[in-house]
């Protein structure tokens, strides 16, 4: 019989008695019958050794009055050969249960744990089938070690995505994006941060939105929407390799040029967009530095800028510099308006030094306003003729003509017989606006940023001009509805409609006090207009769909009068009694802040209008 349960036999319980009571033969018969029971159990040899032991001591200590006395030595050396047996069977059987099972134990632990180390080393290196087959010696060493679950899953999750990654190279590698695209998708959401997933996927995301780009103004071109395609190859040259800039280059190139020439077509002569125009024909040099197709265009607009910005401050000598070289190169440039610009230029400053007493002068500005082709120059050759007459002696300058080309152009609409005057339009950008600056109350134009003020000659014509721009502000961008002001029977308010074409109206407010002045945004939905509602005269705005109406100012007493859109829609002019209770001229953004005075002295300044 084989166990520990030879302890709980009566064999053993008797001989522990017997041991107990001193009864050593007892205890040795017990024993002896216990041992045949369980001829294997060391520990029961060694309790008969034991009881012999204390057999034999006794038969010492019985024979001890018969024999000759035993030395002290001999007692001690008994008795510590007797302790040295103890310990020997002590430690033999400590060394056998205890020791033993466990360097069993610890060269299974470490034999383990290398396993694991070297398993951890082979995922660290990628080496993912090497890893599963440590992990499965493992197993069969420990099923249920604790880094044996974690460990396997770990291995097969890398392995799988090792496998997905893989997959989605061979894909990019045969131009299969979408395919590459939906692994390496796959990939992110179950490892965010493996390898370079990331960079992939953003490299196709470029690629996909580079060919839509692409696209986008292949269809563009057809129609002339070369808005559209320099959009798209601007962002396709941000975003796109050396090769897809370099492939695109010719043909922004030639959108930036198609572009430029719609714009200086369209301009009429309007510093925007021949500003537009420059920048855009700068941008087609910087593709082609030198290129005569953008640097010619780009120097007539350059000089028609220069002679109108000249014209504009009064500088009429400067003007005529800038202005006859461009004549002289292109005699019909923009419809005519650069030489009815030259003309006016002559005209106002012959009229300059007539009034300077310089006769001579006069009539050779008026004689080369007369020799300019494709506007009427009736009024300056007739002045020539009249000082030709008045001069004494006959004046002997003979006049060079600035070109010998001969274009036959019907004059621009706002060209005039009458020296020295040019239409309000022709300061598309600016302001124009009452003021007393130079004692009675006329027509003054300056720049939005308050410099460069100048007054307008004949101011009858002005103020026509001036009315027709107001009549304007008041049509929608397509011209074909108009908001206006009324009061309906039955009430005193006056209030803010629309008129459309069909003839119908819409009421856009139903406020107490009164509104006025409504002006059309050139975006299309807001409408400026004044209102007393809150007890003084404030600006306000509100939806052409008679929503979202909102307040832009708010005084104590003071008002604020004749809102007038900016041309890109995004500021207001209009005049303030807000300082000093005297009229001012003040720019704002359409949501009320950056209110600024341009104005800004001490004269009475009020009706602006932003020339649009």
């Known amino acids: 019989m084989i166990g520990d349960n030879w302890r709980e036999t009566a064999e053993y319980a008797e001989a522990m008695d017997y041991l107990q009571r001193g009864k050593w033969s007892e205890a040795l018969a017990a024993l002896a019958a216990l041992h045949a029971a ?7 040899e060694s309790l008969i050794a034991e009881t012999q032991l204390r057999i034999e001591a006794g038969k010492h200590q019985i024979s001890r009055r018969r024999l000759p006395r035993v ?29 033993t099972p466990s360097l069993a134990q610890a060269r299974a632990e470490n034999q383990q744990a290398a396993l694991v180390a070297q398993a951890e080393q082979a995922f660290a290196a990628g080496d993912y089938a090497r890893t599963l087959s440590l992990y499965a010696q493992l197993s069969e060493l420990n099923p249920d070690h604790r880094a044996l679950a974690d460990g396997i899953a770990r291995a097969r999750q ?16 045969a131009g299969r994006i979408n395919e590459a695209q939906a692994i390496l998708i796959g990939i992110q959401r179950s490892a965010p941060a493996y390898r ?15 060919g839509a780009l692409l696209r986008q103004a292949a269809e563009a071109k057809p129609g002339g929407d070369w808005e559209e395609v320099i959009l798209r190859l601007e962002e396709v040259r941000s975003l796109g390799t050396r090769a897809e800039r370099d492939q695109v280059g010719a043909d922004l190139f030639q959108a930036y040029l198609e572009l430029a020439g719609q714009l200086v077509s369209r301009s009429q002569g309007g510093a925007g967009e021949l500003n537009r125009a420059v920048e855009l024909y700068g941008k087609a040099l910087a593709l082609r530095p030198g290129a005569p197709q953008a640097s010619t265009p780009r120097n007539w607009a350059r000089q028609y800028l220069a002679g109108h910005s000249a014209f504009t401050a009064g500088r009429w000598d400067l003007a005529i510099a800038q202005l006859e070289p461009l004549y002289a190169d292109q005699p019909a440039y923009l419809n005519g308006q650069a030489a009815q610009l030259l003309y ?25 306003a007369g020799q300019i082709q494709g506007v009427d120059a009736s009024t300056a050759r007739a002045m020539a003729a009249r000082l030709a007459t008045l001069m004494t002696p006959t004046p002997t300058f003979t006049p060079t003509p600035t070109t010998t080309v001969a274009p036959t152009l019907t004059p621009v ?31 003054w134009v300056m720049d939005p940023d308050g410099r460069n003020a100048f007054h307008i000659w004949q101011q009858d014509k002005a103020q026509r001009d001036y009315e027709k721009l107001r009549e304007a502000e008041a049509r929608s961008p397509d011209g074909l509805s108009r908001v206006f002001v009324t009061t309906q029977p039955g009430s005193d308010k006056p209030q803010i409609f629309v ?11 139903d406020w107490g006090g009164t509104q006025y002045d409504p002006v059309w945004s050139p975006k299309g939905y807001w409408i400026a207009f004044v209102s007393n509602e809150a007890g003084n005269d404030e600006l306000y ?18 008002w604020d009068k004749h809102p007038s859109w900016s041309p890109e829609g995004t500021r207001l002019a209009f005049w303030s009694n807000r300082v000093k209770g005297r009229g001012q001229i003040w720019i704002m953004n359409d949501d009320g802040t950056g209110v600024i005075n341009i104005s800004n002295n001490e004269f009475e300044e009020t009706g602006p209008i932003w020339i649009k």
């Open 413 to 443: 609409p706002t060209a005039t017989a009458t020296p020295g005057y040019a239409s309000l339009t022709w300061y598309r950008g600016k302001i124009v606006f009452w003021s007393n600056r130079g004692g009675n109350r006329e027509l």
């Open 71 to 99: 030395s002290r030595g001999a007692l001690l050396l008994t008795l510590l050969v007797f302790v040295l047996f103890l310990l020997g069977w002590f430690a033999v059987n400590l060394y056998r249960d205890v020791i």
């Open 344 to 368: 006016n230029a002559y005209v106002r400053s012959a009229d300059v030094l007539l009034q300077e007493g310089e006769s001579t002068r006069a009539w050779e500005r008026y004689t080369r």
């Open 196 to 210: 370079d997933v990331a960079v992939l996927l953003s490299q196709i995301e470029r690629q996909q939105r580079v």
């Open 38 to 44: 369980y001829p294997h159990e060391s520990a029961i």
């Open 158 to 173: 890398a392995q799988a995505l090792e496998t997905a990654y893989q997959q989605a190279r061979d894909h990019l590698a």
């Open 499 to 509: 008129a459309y074409p069909s003839g119908q109206t819409f009421r856009l407010t």
């Open 541 to 558: 705005l509100i939806g052409a769909d008679g929503d979202h109406a909102k307040r832009l100012t708010k005084n104590e007493w003071e």
